[in-house]
Protein backbone atom coordinates (compact mmCIF):
# COMPACT_ATOMS: atom_id res chain seq x y z
CA UNK A 1 0.00 0.00 0.00
CA UNK A 2 2.78 2.65 0.48
CA UNK A 3 4.08 1.99 -2.83
CA UNK A 4 0.81 2.92 -4.27
CA UNK A 5 0.47 6.27 -2.06
CA UNK A 6 3.97 7.14 -3.41
CA UNK A 7 2.82 6.62 -6.43
CA UNK A 8 -0.19 8.58 -6.33
CA UNK A 9 1.73 11.10 -5.03
CA UNK A 10 4.11 10.88 -8.00
CA UNK A 11 1.52 11.03 -10.94
CA UNK A 12 -0.18 14.16 -8.59
CA UNK A 13 3.10 15.90 -9.01
CA UNK A 14 3.19 15.25 -12.76
CA UNK A 15 -0.24 16.78 -13.11
CA UNK A 16 1.05 19.91 -11.32
CA UNK A 17 4.23 19.76 -13.34
CA UNK A 18 2.44 19.38 -17.14
CA UNK A 19 -0.64 22.14 -15.73
CA UNK A 20 2.65 24.31 -14.85
CA UNK A 21 3.85 23.64 -18.39
CA UNK A 22 1.05 24.51 -20.37
CA UNK A 23 -0.05 27.77 -19.41
CA UNK A 24 -2.08 28.03 -22.40
CA UNK A 25 -4.45 25.94 -21.04
CA UNK A 26 -7.07 27.93 -19.47
CA UNK A 27 -8.73 27.74 -15.76
CA UNK A 28 -11.98 27.64 -17.99
CA UNK A 29 -10.99 25.17 -20.74
CA UNK A 30 -10.00 22.79 -17.76
CA UNK A 31 -13.34 23.29 -16.59
CA UNK A 32 -15.42 23.03 -19.37
CA UNK A 33 -13.88 19.72 -20.19
CA UNK A 34 -12.77 18.09 -17.40
CA UNK A 35 -14.73 19.90 -14.50
CA UNK A 36 -11.87 20.74 -12.60
CA UNK A 37 -8.99 23.28 -12.36
CA UNK A 38 -6.03 24.56 -11.05
CA UNK A 39 -8.14 26.66 -7.93
CA UNK A 40 -10.18 23.34 -7.50
CA UNK A 41 -6.65 21.22 -7.17
CA UNK A 42 -6.10 24.14 -4.54
CA UNK A 43 -9.02 23.61 -2.80
CA UNK A 44 -8.53 19.95 -2.92
CA UNK A 45 -5.10 20.22 -1.55
CA UNK A 46 -5.92 22.80 1.26
CA UNK A 47 -8.67 20.28 2.25
CA UNK A 48 -6.81 17.54 2.51
CA UNK A 49 -4.23 19.10 4.54
CA UNK A 50 -6.74 20.38 6.91
CA UNK A 51 -8.19 16.90 7.46
CA UNK A 52 -4.27 15.58 8.40
CA UNK A 53 -3.62 18.71 10.33
CA UNK A 54 -1.77 20.59 8.68
CA UNK A 55 -2.37 24.29 8.61
CA UNK A 56 -2.24 25.41 4.71
CA UNK A 57 -4.37 28.76 3.41
CA UNK A 58 -5.80 28.53 -0.21
CA UNK A 59 -3.63 30.95 -1.33
CA UNK A 60 -0.66 28.74 -0.18
CA UNK A 61 -1.99 26.21 -2.07
CA UNK A 62 -3.02 27.96 -4.61
CA UNK A 63 0.96 28.86 -5.22
CA UNK A 64 1.96 25.53 -4.45
CA UNK A 65 -0.07 24.23 -7.94
CA UNK A 66 0.28 27.54 -9.69
CA UNK A 67 4.62 27.44 -8.75
CA UNK A 68 4.25 31.69 -8.01
CA UNK A 69 0.92 33.50 -6.59
CA UNK A 70 -2.20 33.37 -8.15
CA UNK A 71 -1.96 37.28 -9.06
CA UNK A 72 1.49 36.56 -10.75
CA UNK A 73 -0.18 33.93 -12.68
CA UNK A 74 -2.68 35.74 -14.25
CA UNK A 75 -1.08 38.72 -15.29
CA UNK A 76 1.04 36.19 -17.39
CA UNK A 77 -0.86 33.49 -18.56
CA UNK A 78 -4.67 34.40 -18.54
CA UNK A 79 -6.48 35.25 -21.64
Known sequence: MENEHQIKAQVFDRLVAHL???TDLQNIDLMNL?????????????EEAEK???SIDYEESRELIYGMTYIEWKEKYQK
Do not use: D, P
Not at 34 to 46: D, E, H, I, S, V
Open 20 to 22: RAN
Open 34 to 46: AGFCRNCLAKWYT
Open 52 to 54: NGI
